[in-house]
């Protein structure tokens, strides 16, 4: 069986971290992660290393922030493969304004935090699907959630035991 798409995830979070890492690779993602912008760079910009498939990048980072990484990806590298990169940023600044600028910078789509990971996973095929490199084959999408009851399915609450 060959190893899914490559998602190189970048949040300076361990916590953020590790549950997108296990959200993902259960998903059948392989995941490269990093804590910095800077380490990301120099991860995406290391000769001979292939790039990731999607990157999965914060807003607020040490160093070298989510959107200034987008932006010198999208619009100062020379590398083609990397200026195409789909690139999710998630973030919890989520204002119309900051939605925007994530955009602007060249992001491919927006996630605000806090998400579900069901979301994360929508967005992420998503993306891999609409621009699929040429070692790319998409995976199938995610699961379907059962769904939320409503408040008409839902019995009358009793107030007595």
């Known amino acids: ?4 798409p490559t998602i190189l ?24 992660t990093c804590s910095d912008g800077l380490s990301a760079l120099s991860a995406l910009t290391s000769p001979g290393a ?5 990157l999965l990048l914060d807003w607020l980072l040490p160093h070298l922030s ?5 932006y010198l990806l ?14 999710l940023m998630l973030s919890c600044r989520h204002s119309t304004l900051d939605r ?3 955009r602007l910078a060249g992001a491919s789509a927006f996630l605000a935090k806090p998400f579900t990971i069901a ?13 699929p490199g040429p070692h790319l084959t998409p ?21 007595f035991p």
Request: hydrophobic share 35%; proline share 18%; with cysteine.
């Open 100 to 102: 925007l600028k994530a």
């Open 66 to 70: 989510g959107l200034q990484l987008t």
């Open 119 to 131: 979301d994360l996973l929508t967005i992420v095929h998503n993306l891999l699907s609409s621009s």
């Open 139 to 159: 995976l199938p999408p995610p699961p379907a959630l059962p769904p939320v009851p409503t408040a008409q399915s839902l019995p009358p609450p009793s107030f």
């Open 1 to 4: 069986m060959r190893p899914g």
């Open 74 to 87: 999208r619009h100062q590298t020379r590398s083609p493969q990397l200026s195409r990169l789909p690139i």
């Open 9 to 32: 995830v970048v949040d300076d979070s361990l916590v953020c971290r590790t549950v997108l890492r296990v959200a993902l690779s259960r998903a059948g993602y392989q995941v490269q």
């Open 50 to 54: 292939p790039p990731p498939d999607l």
